[in-house]
Structures are given as structure tokens and as C-alpha cells.
């Protein structure tokens, strides 16, 4: 099982950024990673992913522009940069990974087999 730990949440104005981190126990080139967030009170959503095979991305409408998802395969590291915050980016933010082996990433919280506790991002307006 992989483990996974974000970080770099916090409090944030409208317009402004954050840089969360998501830092996995182990290799994880063989792994499609997505970041996915809950708000109060609605269900989890699938923010963005990023494929294992050719590092290709995938973002949801409200975010594209937005944010931007990477991965350091050497460090066992997928970041998430988020600028131009709004407060409906309120919510706590999860890493996920799938062992996809060259398939590409989807934004669909039942293909991951192993998340991190979350980090929170609150917006303040």
C-alpha cells in the first residue's frame, strides 16, 4: 500500500495562491495521481489528475486556468499549484494514486486504491 501525505494548505484571500504537496512512501512513476476535494456539505470531487505514461493532465471546468498539477517522479512528489483562489476552492483537498500502468489518469474517485488524510484550503473572500 502506498502511503501518501499532503501538505501546503492553509488560509488564502480570493486571488491568491497555494502550493499543495502530495509526498508518497515509495516510487511512484508507475502511478496516475489525482487530487480530489471535499467542501462542506457536497461529495468529493475530482480537482485533477496527472497519467503515469506520458505525464498527461486532466483538470475539472472550474479549475482549468487555474491550477496546475505536476509531478516529480524523484522525489515521490505531486504538486498542485492554485492561483486566483476563490472560496468555492473551500474545501479539504485529498491525494490519491492509482496503479495505472500506462493508462491514462481519470478524474473518477473509484479507480484509486490508496489517499492521504487531506489538507485544508480555506478562501477567504
Known amino acids: 500500500q502506498l502511503q501518501l501525505v499532503e501538505s501546503g494548505g492553509g488560509l488564502a484571500q480570493s486571488g491568491g495562491s497555494l502550493r499543495l504537496s502530495c509526498v508518497a512512501s515509495?516510487?511512484?512513476?508507475?502511478?496516475?495521481i489525482g487530487w480530489f476535494r471535499e467542501a462542506p456539505g457536497k461529495g468529493l470531487e475530482g480537482v485533477s489528475c496527472i497519467s503515469d505514461s506520458d505525464g498527461s493532465t486532466d483538470y475539472t471546468e472550474s479549475v482549468k486556468g487555474r491550477f496546475t498539477i505536476s509531478r516529480d517522479n524523484a522525489k515521490n512528489t505531486v504538486y498542485l499549484q492554485m492561483n486566483n483562489l476563490k472560496p468555492e476552492d473551500t474545501a479539504r483537498y485529498y491525494c490519491a494514486a492509482d496503479l495505472a500502468e500506462n493508462m491514462l489518469c481519470v478524474r473518477d474517485l473509484n479507480e484509486y486504491e490508496d489517499w492521504g488524510q487531506g489538507t485544508q484550503v480555506t478562501v477567504s473572500s
Open positions: 515509495r516510487f511512484i512513476a508507475n502511478y496516475n
